[in-house]
């Protein structure tokens, strides 16, 4: 089933989802925090948090461009300047795989563990299961 809803409001169930998908969210949101929060609400203890999205990047040059460019960029609905670290500080995620993917390597590929109320994820063939179900 498809729904149509606001990404920081979901009508979904708490700690339901083993794995949660944003792809080219986090950046495009009026309120990213909002949104993560939410994935971070929906996805099981242990579970999967996993976001394709372009993060500043770690090149001062670059940086400095994506800093030049950001007021063109929020005009049309898209944060250039956005860190990773910005969008997970004050989270339970733990980052446990990231690559940069797509010719020019600007977008990443994050994969992060929920460790809300301090659960461990049990890994089995690089996936995290919950309640080892």
């Not at 979904?12 to 909002?34: E, G």
Request: net charge positive.
């Amino acid at each position: 089933t498809l729904k149509r809803m606001d990404a920081g409001r979901m009508d979904l169930p708490d700690n339901h989802y083993d794995i949660v998908m944003a792809a080219y969210v986090v950046t495009a949101v009026p309120d990213y925090r909002s949104v993560v929060d939410e994935m971070i609400r929906v996805c099981k203890p242990g579970g999967r948090i996993i976001m394709l999205n372009h993060f500043s990047n770690g090149n001062k040059v670059i940086a400095a461009v994506e800093k030049w460019i950001s007021p063109l960029c929020k005009h049309i609905g898209f944060r250039t300047d956005l860190a990773l670290h910005t969008v997970l500080e004050g989270t339970c995620l733990m980052v446990v795989n990231k690559k940069k993917v797509n010719p020019l390597r600007f977008w990443h590929l994050v994969e992060c563990v929920n460790k809300k109320n301090g659960q461990q994820p049990v890994f089995t063939n690089g996936f995290a299961l919950n309640g080892h179900s």
